[in-house]
């Protein structure tokens, strides 16, 4: 059973909107949260993070927002740029499990210029 | 630079074979592990460690083993009893009290 999903296998944007990127998870126990971006070939980046006890954190034009009651969260980029394509992986912690990350699927983000 | 070093790269490996692969990190994280990822799948856990001489199995361990005898280091090796070995290999690293883990830059394993 998947604990964490993202439901759009691709999206695809074009540069200087938007790009919103969107996770659930099952497991009210995750207490963190985080991005990473992958290219091909290449291991995953870390993007953003944001703990369970705070809504929303942003970092330049990335922001990720929590919903815990709904077990959502998001990724906005905002603009988007050409160098964003690439598959964004969101991913879970358990509290107490110290790096024990939970993935999902990933979506492949396609930045159109 | 700090980093995370996994070689090698690419390897090919007969059936039947054992293969190692190496990780090393200079980020003197406490904390290392090994993901496996294959085609269109997520990220799955095959072994963490999180001390020098103690490990404890992922979600995948079977048919993989590996040892953690220095802190900067800890080798995966795919035996012959993984059923299904090709695919892409991660090795990662954290601080002890950290939730963000970092990604070495992955090596892909086929077997022929």
């Known amino acids: 059973d998947q604990q964490v999903k993202q439901n759009s296998p691709s999206l695809s944007v074009q540069e200087g909107r938007i790009s919103i990127l969107n996770c659930d998870y099952t497991n009210s126990m995750f207490d963190y949260f985080l991005w990473y971006k992958k290219y091909p070939a290449e291991g995953p980046t870390f993007l ?9 954190n942003e970092d330049g034009r990335f922001t990720v927002f929590l919903n815990k ?10 603009p988007s740029q050409p160098g964003d394509s690439a598959v964004y992986f969101c991913a879970a912690s358990p509290r107490g499990s110290q790096g024990n990350l939970i993935f999902g699927k990933g979506t492949k983000l396609s930045v159109k210029p | 630079d700090g980093g995370i070093t996994q070689s090698p790269k690419y390897l090919f490996r007969k059936e039947g074979q054992n293969v190692t692969l190496s990780c090393e990190q200079n980020l003197n994280h406490d904390a290392m592990y090994w993901y ?6 997520g990220l799955r856990l095959i072994y963490y460690s999180q001390i020098v001489n103690d490990f404890q199995k992922g979600d995948i361990a079977e048919g993989y083993s ?4 220095k802190k900067e280091s800890f080798p995966l090796t795919v035996t012959s009893a993984q059923k299904n070995p090709t695919a892409f290999y991660l ?3 954290s601080q002890w009290s950290g939730n963000t883990i970092y990604f070495g830059e992955g090596s892909w394993l086929t077997v022929v």
């Open chain 1, 48 to 56: 953003i993070s944001i703990s369970s006890i705070k809504d929303k």
């Open chain 1, 69 to 78: 009651s709904a077990k959502h969260l998001s990724l906005h980029i905002v």
């Open chain 2, 36 to 41: 496996r990822q294959d085609p269109g799948q």
């Open chain 2, 66 to 69: 590996v040892s953690r005898e």
């Open chain 2, 91 to 93: 090795c990662a690293s």
